[in-house]
């Protein structure tokens, strides 16, 4: 399926509803409503009428003070509307429950909410979000007491699930030592056939590998992951601000500079990655998240890592990726491929957003090019019709540095196709002088509360298995079924055909889940993956 096949989510009925109290000097009551949250809408609450949506006229709220805003990846009944709050950096800050969340040097994250949360504007205004449906699942008796015994002092699981999907489900976790929201991916091994759990804990595990070599603001953090016979515990950081299809529904469409500023990220991200030696092969809007919060100015994360290879002695040559986005040497037989098709996905997520949320019939065309067999000619007719798509979309001109961006991504040969380093340098990202200037700026302001984590020695933390003991009698157990897991892990059921081909045409499909990890790294760190992935077999 192609790519550009968005349609709205938007929905007539609330997601979840915000009661809001307002109380005098002497605690007597002056305002007292209701303020209905629509999905993927925001509600902006300040004591300026002009730049919010709910005005509250009090001395002690700023002029832009918070903001509650709902994020949906998918209609389905898998992927309930989370519900955020955030701090637009005010003078007083803003409370949740007992914890206050601004950030008075940097750009505050959101948080996510909870039903019968209370978020206030000290020492007169309260906010509740009514959202009694959202839906949770407890840890199983045998995950309980893993946790309980190996990583409660760092971590904790909460029943709050954030999406499901086929190999696992996430739930939302706090970091016992500093109290951030956290995601936790717990994968049920149990659920899966020996032969496909045991591919399954190979590739995860050599995802977790991946994750934790690196470290870089436009890379979702890796914080940890741990296995027991039964069950994988991944840990990472939460991103706030839903995924970049979610985005587009929500903006429908943006201006060129935001465009070139996403780029720019995605860019800096990938030649990182290339850098080190990886491809992350699986390049998409669903796979590039919003850090932050819901707006394109702010800080773009790179996730899922679940198709990743690594540059090896001997070729890729295996059919990985998404429909639509896949480089022609991944289609055309012998299959043989590298970092190079990281800037293919590049320029058709740049012809996306250049797109917003209207269909371009020539992506699907390019597409068909792609995968047909024949010799190793350029696109010339399929891109003519993708410029003139984007035309009469936007209504002006593109710009012919996008155009040469763009035509440079989409080299059939890879030799001539363009790198990242040579990404960064390109006239689109960088010309004018002034908006270069201006996309460095916001690039510091939107990573200066990023942390640079220490970059972990051990990927994956193998635990004791309690099953034994169980058995034995020391503790109580009942066996469970569990749900399947989350949105992020789409490709696992849509290539596994545990979903109709038909559901959710409005996201990317995934054509392979067979990432065994046979790639190997560079040769400086053969000998270290080798080493690592033995201790999973």
Known sequence: MAPNNVNSCASTEPVAEIKVEVTGNCGSMIVSKTIPLYANKTVRVGRDLCNNEFEVDDPTVSRNHLEFYSIVFDNGPNHFPLVYVRD???????????????????????RLLQHGDKVYIP????????????????????????????????YTVLDRTLGDGASAHVHLAIDSETGEQLACKVYDLCQFSTLYRDDLSRSLSQEAFFRCQMEHPNIASFRGAYKSPSTLYVFEDLATGGDLFSLMERDRKFTESDVRFMIHQVVRAIAYMHEKGVAHRDLKLENILCAICPKPGHRLVITDFGHSGAVSLTPMDHIVGTEGWQAPEILKPPHRHGPPVD??????????????????????????FAKSPGDMK????????IFDDLER?????????????????????????????????????????DDHKLFLRREKEITAGWK?????????????????????????????????????????????????????????????????PQYQTLERRLRLMSTTFSHYK
């Open 88 to 110: 637009r950096q005010s003078n007083i800050g803003t409370r949740v429950n007992d914890e206050y969340i601004k950030d008075t040097d940097k750009i505050t994250p959101a």
């Open 393 to 433: 979309i936007r209504y002006e001109y593109i710009q012919p540095d996008a155009i040469s961006f763009i035509r440079r991504c989409f080299q059939v040969n890879p030799n001539d196709r363009l790198t990242a380093a040579e990404a960064m340098e390109h006239r689109w990202l960088c010309v004018p002088a």
């Open 123 to 154: 020492p007169h205004v309260t906010f509740e979000l009514i959202q009694p449906f959202a839906p949770t699942l407890k840890l199983s008796p045998l995950q309980s007491e893993e946790a309980k015994q190996y990583f409660r002092d760092r």
């Open 343 to 368: 800037m293919w996905s590049i320029g058709v997520l740049a012809t996306q957003l250049l797109a917003g949320t209207s269909k371009i019939d020539a992506l699907d065309l390019l597409h068909a």
């Open 378 to 385: 350029e696109p010339t007719n399929e891109l003519d019709r």
């Open 452 to 516: 640079r984590r220490e970059v972990l020695g051990d990927a994956v933390k193998d635990l004791p298995d309690l099953r034994m003991r169980m058995a034995n009698g020391s503790l109580s157990f009942t066996p469970k079924e569990h749900r399947p897991g989350l949105h992020a892990l789409r490709r696992t059921a849509e290539c596994n055909n545990k979903g109709d081909r038909n559901d959710n045409k409005k996201r990317s499909r995934m054509q392979d889940i067979t990432m065994l």
